[in-house]
């Protein structure tokens, strides 16, 4: 199981942002995305695309984030500019968490924790592993894509959803949309 912690929500400046950390989670592989206190709001639109597009895929929140971080049971991982190249930890973390892409189900449990503004010293000390995507300051959407697919290895860009509204039949051109009966 892979859960995505969304903290430091700003209101007003981050919405969309939490909704795409959301919205990426589900389509990169997570289970689920918890979003900490006012990020809250952007459950119903993360939980829309899931009604639509199919899922399995959970919306959870938390009023309390640090203690989400550090009751974990399992592996937590921090994506920060500030941490460990990924090309080195990757292989080092999918042992650890126990995570295995070419078993059908594993068993592992890893919470990846991504900020919005300044993150709390607590989450670095929490964390197993502080991750840097490149060292340079960028986003938590892009950190959070590229984190996953390294996880995977790629094998998520395979996966299957179930209970879909609607499903997208892949075009060279142009756009086609399916709606199961
Ligand atoms: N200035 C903030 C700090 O010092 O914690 C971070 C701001 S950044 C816009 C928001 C989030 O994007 C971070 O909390 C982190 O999760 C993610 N992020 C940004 N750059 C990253 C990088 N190079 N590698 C991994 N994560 C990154």
Redesign the pocket.
Known sequence: EVAVLR??HRPGRDERTTTHVGLTARALGADSVILAGSAGGRRETIEDITDRFGGPFAVETTDEPIATVENWEGTVV??????LPIQEVESEIRNVAGIDTDADDDFGRLLV???????PFDIYEAAAFN??????????I??LAV?LDRLFDGCELDREWVDADQTVVPQAEGKQVTEPE
Do not use: I, R
């Open positions: 903290l430091g921090h994506l920060t500019m500030y941490g924790v991504v900020g919005a503004e300044k993150v991750v840097a995507v490149t060292n340079q300051p960028h986003s938590e892009a950190s984190f």
